[in-house]
């Protein structure tokens, strides 16, 4: 749809439920990087980036939208927005090697349990703000 945003630019809306309500795109050509550039180094290795120590994987199929942040696993569909706390290391392996196709084949079996750890470090670290 034309963006309200953006004079002569479009409008992607994503579906009820979805991650987020849509994104807004200029039509203008980008023949250059150089403001690109200096952004994507801030939020891909800045420690003040909020996606700094983050763990987000999102993946979709024709019915839902999946997003697995930390050990939080959303699941976006018509029928509304489930919640599912990963617990424990084969669940999250599992879920990461099934549902999102990813199974850190890169990465030695030490390395996939330490980042777990990492991740349910941060998980349980989050959590105690969320009861404060």
Not at 85 to 104: A, C
Request: charged share 30%; with cysteine.
């Amino acid at each position: 749809m034309p963006s309200s945003v953006v004079p002569g630019g479009w409008r992607l809306e994503y579906e009820p439920n979805g991650p987020s309500m849509g994104v807004d795109y200029d039509p203008e050509e980008l023949t250059r990087l150089e403001e690109f550039i200096p952004k994507h180094e801030f939020y891909s290795q800045s420690v003040d980036s909020p996606w700094h120590n983050a763990f987000l994987l999102r993946q979709r199929d024709t019915g839902h939208s999946y997003e697995l942040r930390g050990c939080v696993l959303r699941t976006h569909g018509i029928e509304g927005i489930s919640k599912t706390e990963i617990r424990n290391y084969n669940e999250w392996k599992d879920i990461l090697t099934k549902l999102f196709y990813e199974p850190l084949v890169i990465y030695t079996e030490q390395e996939r349990r330490e980042m777990w750890e990492r991740i349910q470090i941060a998980h349980e670290e989050w959590k105690k703000t969320q009861l404060a």
